[in-house]
């Protein structure tokens, strides 16, 4: 069955690169995804990366796929305050399937 | 360019009355996915709109069901409210065919009491 795992806390000092991390089970998924989740807000898609990608760079983002080890990083280099929030990896098998979330990470940085 | 809206904003709701909540997705858009955001929790796929039919569906009962317009915008309804139905429901749109691109509107917090 589909599974996205996440560790639910990280705590960064400004400044820093934070590191979030996410698992998955399914290796039929085709796409998977990072969104961004503010307090009382619905979700930002910040990227997305295909399959057959090992790395995405955009800004200060950079996503890293290690799919022998179903493995999703994302990376924020240079962590502002204006991050903290809740970040959520998600996968699906093609870009008409649904979206299998991950419980999120919430990031704190600290000033 | 307006991006996916959804209406209202906030709802509550006592035990056993029914819901309608709305979406209108982004513009270009056919696709319109439904998803429940329980709090502390991911959010679950509940279904997906196309062509006015119901495509895909999550593991949720009968009680929710849907409708897409002509004009791709979409309702979701509830019978029979729960106090586990309490959450933030979050419309999604995409462009069928296209890149896998997913843009969700900012959701209904409903509350059941």
């Known amino acids: 069955g589909e599974d996205v795992e996440q560790s639910l806390f990280l705590s960064v000092r400004e400044g820093d690169s934070s590191v979030i991390n996410c698992t998955y089970t399914?290796?039929?998924?085709?796409?998977l995804y990072w969104y961004k989740q503010e307090p009382g807000a619905g979700l930002q898609l910040l990227t997305y990366i295909f399959s057959n990608m090992d790395m995405k760079q955009d800004q200060r983002l950079t996503v890293l796929l290690n799919k022998k080890d179903k493995h999703l990083s994302l990376r924020i280099a240079d962590t502002q305050t204006g991050d903290s929030a809740i970040y959520f990896c998600?996968?699906?098998?093609?870009?008409?399937?649904?979206?299998?979330f991950g419980k999120g990470t919430r990031l704190s940085v600290i000033a | 360019d307006a991006g996916v809206t959804q209406s209202p904003t906030h709802l509550i709701k006592t035990r056993g009355q029914q819901v309608t909540l709305r979406c209108s997705p982004k513009?270009?858009?056919?696709?319109v996915s439904w998803y429940q955001q329980a709090l502390g929790q991911g959010p679950q796929f509940i279904f997906q709109?196309?062509?006015?039919?119901?495509?895909q569906r999550g593991n949720f009962p009968d009680r929710f069901s849907g409708h897409q317009f002509p004009n791709y915008s979409s309702e979701l309804n509830v019978n029979a409210l729960l106090l586990g139905d309490s959450a933030l429901y979050l419309c999604?749109?995409?462009?069928?065919?296209?890149?896998?691109?997913?843009?969700f509107g900012p959701g209904t917090r409903l509350t059941v009491t």
């Open positions: 999604a749109s995409s462009l069928r065919g296209a890149a896998a691109q997913q843009y």
């Open positions: 513009s270009g858009h056919d696709t």
């Open positions: 709109y196309y062509e006015e039919e119901e495509r």
């Open positions: 399914d290796s039929s998924s085709t796409y």
């Open positions: 998600a996968e699906s098998m093609s870009g008409n399937t649904p979206l299998v």
